[in-house]
């Protein structure tokens, strides 16, 4: 397979997208719309040359010659990267019945590429590569797509039993909170396994503590006052840590010992064979 190089010259891509992305900022509109204005400029550039002030519009004479190479070599490059979409595909959880629309998508995001190639630098301090530019736009537009439809269809579900009691005009409110007292149920069994745990292994107070803060850290919202789920343990028992302090580290191996002996005082109380224990994540 050929290389980028070899399709189009990717340095002089990167400095007309870097143009045009100058004379955008000039309009003063949101970075969201550079792409819309970009196609607009692109097939008539005398309507965004006549906004300018006659210093300007020469400038943008003597551009515009190198300006949107990018039209030139976005057919051949999207025929080069077009196979990227299905290695990507298999890194997304996806049906069959989505794979058509989601390679579009795809074709989309390559062609976008074309456009948006600018000077980015990494953390490293080099530049971004062609390819790899290309391989994140893709799998972040494909992933924001299944987000997106994961979403609209978990609002489907929600209205889909209101609609067919209404069709069938049996409506029952009680219907409709099936769910909601399942949910209690399932509350009120984990809290009682809870308990169960905490007699079994014989907690002390602090290990109770940083227990709760662990059971509750996923209802933490950005609106709450305390933006880290253990925050309120740091408070409470900091008489216990090292003048009064302890390092992200400490307090990480400190959940790490109260999970493991949760974990076997667990297969304890259900009578099941005590195996390895999974890696479990501190963040929210």
Known sequence: MAAVHDICDVEKLRKSND?????FKRTGL?????????FNCWKKPEDFKKTLTPAYRSAFAKDLKILFYAAKVENDVIKQYEHMISFILKKISHSENQREDLIAIGLIAIRNTCWQFRTVKTKFGGKCGFTT?????????????MSRQRAYK?????????????DMNEFDINNVN??????IQEADETNELASRLIASANLDEHEIHLFGCLR?????????????????????YKHLF?????SR???RLRVLKLQRKLWFHLHKVQNLPICEMPHFSMHR
């Open 242 to 246: 090292p003048n009064g302090k302890i």
């Open 249 to 251: 580290e400490g307090l």
């Open 19 to 23: 143009l045009a992305f100058k004379w």
């Open 178 to 183: 099936i769910d909601s007292r399942k949910k």
């Open 216 to 236: 509750g850290r996923l209802e933490i919202d950005q609106h709450s006052e305390n933006k880290l789920w253990y925050s309120s343990y740091l408070q409470k």
């Open 133 to 145: 530019f290309c391989h994140n736009s893709i799998f972040l537009r494909l992933r924001s797509e």
């Open 154 to 166: 978990k609002r489907c579900d929600a209205r889909i039993i209101i609609n067919l009691e209404s």
């Open 30 to 38: 949101p970075k969201n719309d550079y792409l819309s204005w970009v």
